[in-house]
């Protein structure tokens, strides 16, 4: 079992992942193939993975065609309306690659609800071992973690425990009818 990076160590990783405030690859996202691309993906570089590797690794390329990540990232991990996979550094921060795939961000719908910890584990270790990347396996155990922590901590705004509802009233601008603190009421004072 591998052991988890400190919250430092994995901030000064972010950090030294960046250029000049942008993700690696995020400066030329829409590159084209070359006109014969190297299919440097999962099969060629099984050779140095265990047999859990391999077999998360062939079911991940299963889930990446099955739930159409290709139409968004490629095929042979260049991008293209998503960010490219191949030689992507980012790609390390395994809670940062689950978090993508059950959340979602921008155009990437969320995955969580449509696929189980298995699947997610096995397309997470299929770009993190594609195209370049040498990342290492991610375990469902972990994508179950990072699940559960994600239940734990909701969108700004929203209840942190299921069934309770946020404290207070929600604080309304200043609008036509309101003055300085009286944020929220009714104009008139009704």
């Not at 440097?40 to 889930?63: D, F, R, Y």
Request: proline content about 9%.
């Amino acid at each position: 079992m591998k052991s988890v990076p400190s919250i430092a160590a994995r901030t000064a990783l972010l950090l030294s992942l960046t250029v000049a405030g942008a993700p690696v690859g995020a400066q030329n996202q829409s590159a084209q193939p070359p006109a014969q691309p190297n299919n440097n993906n999962a099969q060629n570089q099984q050779g140095n993975s265990s047999p859990n590797e391999q077999a998360l690794i062939a079911q991940g390329e299963k889930v990446y065609k099955d739930a159409r990540c290709y139409a968004c990232h490629g095929q042979f991990g260049f991008g293209g309306a998503g960010p490219r996979f191949r030689q992507d550094r980012f790609l390390a921060l395994t809670d940062y690659v689950v978090g993508q795939i059950i959340l979602g961000r921008d155009i990437m719908p969320a995955f969580g609800d449509t696929l189980n910890d298995q699947q997610i584990a096995a397309v997470a270790t299929y770009i993190r071992n594609s195209w370049g990347n040498d990342f290492g396996e991610v375990q469902p155990q972990e994508v179950a973690e990072l699940r559960k922590d994600v239940r734990l901590h909701p969108p700004q705004g929203e209840a942190h425990l299921p069934g309770a509802t946020s404290s207070g009233p929600t604080p309304q601008p200043p609008g036509p009818g309101t003055t300085t603190g009286q944020q929220g009421s009714q104009p008139n004072g009704k």
